[in-house]
């Protein structure tokens, strides 16, 4: 199939299933997205237990779409501006110190804890030993959050703008880290090379690669945004500012990934700019409101096909009784992490300031895995050095397993957790 043809149908299949969504289902977009795509999957393989013809069909079509390419390297740039559009820059200068904690100390701390608890689960499970360098490899792989399908929730439940805050903040800018780790590792294994990395064998290196991709990715995002800013400033024509923003989206996460920077957190820097200052000074109420909708119609829209990927994502992953065993196990460790990860920088930052009650728990738990976790681990190549990749398959299918959790478990009962959570601060009061 063509590539209009493998988008027209993506399109069509994520318009039906948002229909059915809303009119039986009503779930969260992106959550009943997922579940039908999953579901429709799970059919497909039994389907294919009786014709097997019918289910290869369905693999290579999935097979011929590069997850990693179409997220890491064109829909990421443009979900990431979308989000941060629309965060009050004086609300994230309130919360700085505690986000700059959980995006920076939070995922380091959750990637070497991730990959402690992997290195002992699996080194119990499988007959072969996975080197912990592998294990670090899934713990930059799980870490960074994706508050896509949380924050609609939140908002309905009327969750504290403080803590709404620190989720968005914390997410946006932990994509970037999480990525930069990620590649960091990956040069430290030797296949670094094919993300933009350059082979590190020192933690001296790690580190000024770490420093290089996101100190860049800021600089670039800074740059490119204020140019933005003035090209909006002197111009009042809401089409071509439209334009102008979809350029600074497409072109700076563009050459941001070119010259080796961290593309994502370049894309956020870009939006906290346009959406505060560009929003309050370079733009009329007209060029605003259809700012707004231009860039919530491609939320939606990336997100419906990004959570329908990952729904029939299943179709190319292996399992057997060691992986799906592995990722039980993982799940309850990666949240127990998480609650470590994220409790330690707020414990540092409880002597200064005042926290919402049961704050740890909603991070905890409203803290998503998505798709930047399964692109990330697709992009885990199938051979090393000429050899077969050994432990690629274990890493996706637990990937995997751990983002279907999150989105469908988590994400669906993250509301309740913060009702409960709003209910008993009242009656403490």
Known sequence: MTFFEIFAALITLAALFGYFNFRVLKLPTTIGMMAMALLLSLVLITVGQFSPS???VARDLLASIDFNQALMHGMLGFLLFAGALHVNLSDLKEQRWVVGLLATVGTL?????????????????????????????????????????????????????SLETKITGESLFNDGIGV???????????????????????AGDIAKLFLFEAGGGALIGLGLGLLAFW?????????????????????GYALANRLHFSGPIAMVIAAL?????????????????????????????????????????????????????????????????????????????RRFRRFTPHAVKILTWGGLRGGI??????????TL?????????????????????????????????VRWSLRQSEQSE
């Open 54 to 56: 019918t289910f290869e």
């Open 109 to 161: 701390m959750s990637t070497f804890l991730v990959g402690a608890a992997a290195y002992g689960i699996l080194n119990s499970l499988l007959d072969n030993t996975v080197p912990f360098l592998y294990c670090l490899l899934l713990g930059a792989i799980v870490s960074p959050t994706d508050p896509i399908a949380v924050m609609g929730i939140l908002k309905k439940v009327g969750v504290p703008k």
């Open 180 to 202: 930069v780790i990620f590649l960091a590792i990956a040069g430290v294994i030797g296949f670094g090379h094919a993300q933009g990395a350059q082979a590190s064998t020192s």
């Open 231 to 251: 090209l909006l400033y002197t111009i009042d024509n809401y089409h071509l500012e439209t334009l102008i923003s979809l350029a600074l989206v497409a072109g």
């Open 273 to 349: 700019i346009i959406g505060n200052h560009g929003r309050e000074l370079a733009m009329s109420e007209t060029t605003r409101n259809h700012l707004d909708t231009f860039w919530e119609l491609i939320d939606e829209v990336l997100n419906s096909i990004l959570f329908l990927l990952i729904g029939l994502e299943i179709l190319v992953l292996e399992f057997n009784r060691s992986f799906f065993l592995a990722g039980l196990l993982m799940i309850p460790a990666v949240l127990l992490v998480r609650f470590v990860s994220v409790g330690l920088p707020v414990l540092i930052r």
């Open 373 to 382: 976790s399964v692109a990330l681990a697709l992009s885990i190549p199938k």
């Open 385 to 417: 050095h000429g050899e077969p990749f050994a432990h690629r398959e274990i890493l996706l299918a637990i990937t995997y397993m751990i983002v279907v959790f999150s989105i469908l478990v988590q994400g669906l009962t993250v509301g309740k957790l």
